[in-house]
């Protein structure tokens, strides 16, 4: 047995999630507390802000994570299957594979969700950020996955998100990438490599039979 991991957001469910947004509130917290941050070209990233409040402003860290926590609420009240989302997991298992979750949001509210849509009962383990040191493109949530499945190692699995976030975590736990609907151009910036790339998460479950279990 092998195993196949998820993203959550825009790979097995549809939600308005706008992080843009979501870091746009987290930094106008900070802004207002602490002053201006540096100004960059880019825009500032969750995951950033996060770190930057646990390094500079603790105080404000709490806030922080209640902001992420509104912007997923309202965004997971309206989630929607991923079309192809039952079948790719379902064939996953019947080629052979266990499964899990892998994903930034938080518990509280993934577990409902995954729950409501039934994509619970075909996933073996549920990683979220209350499960990891650091939000992906950190690869920390592998070290939960791996230490809960202690007989694979990378060779062994196989990650599937639609962000150069979930490959660039993968490609730091040195554990292949598969690319759902994900934009090229920001694979290139990031330097991403799929092994393949999915128009229909229907066609995940041919693709791993066809690898002979992980190992082709």
């Not at 002053?35 to 922080?64: F, T």
């Not at 192809?84 to 509280?108: D, P, Q, V, Y």
């Not at 383990?125 to 990891?132: E, P, S």
């Not at 809960?148 to 639609?162: E, L, M, S, W």
């Amino acid at each position: 047995m092998v195993l196949c991991v998820f993203d959550l957001d825009h790979t097995l469910i549809q939600t308005p999630l706008d992080l843009a947004a979501m870091a746009v509130d987290m930094r106008t917290l900070i802004e207002g507390a602490n002053g201006p941050l540096p100004p960059r070209e880019e825009r500032y990233r969750v995951g950033e802000l996060i770190a930057h409040c646990r390094a500079q402003a603790p105080a404000l860290e709490p806030g922080v994570w209640e902001i992420a926590l509104d912007h997923e609420r309202r965004a997971m009240e309206v989630a929607a299957l991923e079309p192809g989302a039952l079948a790719a997991l379902a064939g996953a298992r019947r080629a052979g594979f266990a499964t899990a979750l892998w994903t930034n949001n938080a518990r509280a509210l993934t577990l409902p969700a995954l729950d409501r849509l039934g994509l619970a009962p075909d996933l073996d383990l549920v990683v979220t950020r209350d499960d990891m040191r650091a939000l992906k493109p950190d690869p920390d949530g592998w070290r939960v996955i791996s230490d809960h499945f202690k007989a694979f190692d990378a060779v062994d699995a196989i990650v599937v998100g639609d962000s150069w976030v979930d490959g660039v975590a993968a490609a730091s736990a040195g554990v292949p990438f598969i690319a759902y609907r994900a934009r090229q151009a920001d694979l290139d910036r990031w330097g991403v490599t799929p092994v393949v790339h999915l128009a229909d998460l229907a066609l995940l479950p041919a693709w791993l039979a066809a690898q002979g279990n992980g190992r082709g």
